[in-house]
């Protein structure tokens, strides 16, 4: 069995799957599940479509120095969040748009996000 389809393999741990649409979105209890495996700071939208985090540094280099790591995993994964960058934070909005809602992929890519934080 490989790694990906290993059932305790951890969300940073998988990589994205190209979604072309076709195929339902997370329930919010599958969102709500996928969620409790991530840090803390992440929330589930209200329509359960979207997860965000808002992540605070210390200064702008540092702000633009995560930005620049997102970026990379997003083109890694070829799945791109949404971002709202300021002088001293990054607000990180996941959502699959072919499916105009959450999948796995959202998750994997917030869990490897997490892991840039010292």
Avoid at 33 to 43: C, D, F, H, P, V
Avoid at 108 to 117: G, H, R
């Amino acid at each position: 069995m490989s790694e990906n389809t290993s059932p305790v393999c951890k969300l940073g741990d998988k990589s994205c799957k190209p979604c072309e649409g076709g195929v339902p979105a997370l329930t919010r209890d599958e969102a709500q599940k996928l969620l409790a495996e991530l840090a803390e700071g992440w929330e589930l939208s209200e329509d359960a479509r979207e997860i965000r985090k808002d992540f605070t540094f210390k200064g702008f280099y540092k702000t633009i120095a995560f930005v620049n790591a997102l970026a990379w995993i997003a083109n890694s994964e070829n799945h791109h969040p949404d971002l709202e960058v300021g002088y001293n934070h990054c607000l990180v909005r996941y959502t699959t748009h072919a499916i105009d809602g959450l999948s796995e992929n959202d998750f994997i890519c917030a869990a490897k996000v997490d892991a840039l934080e010292p």
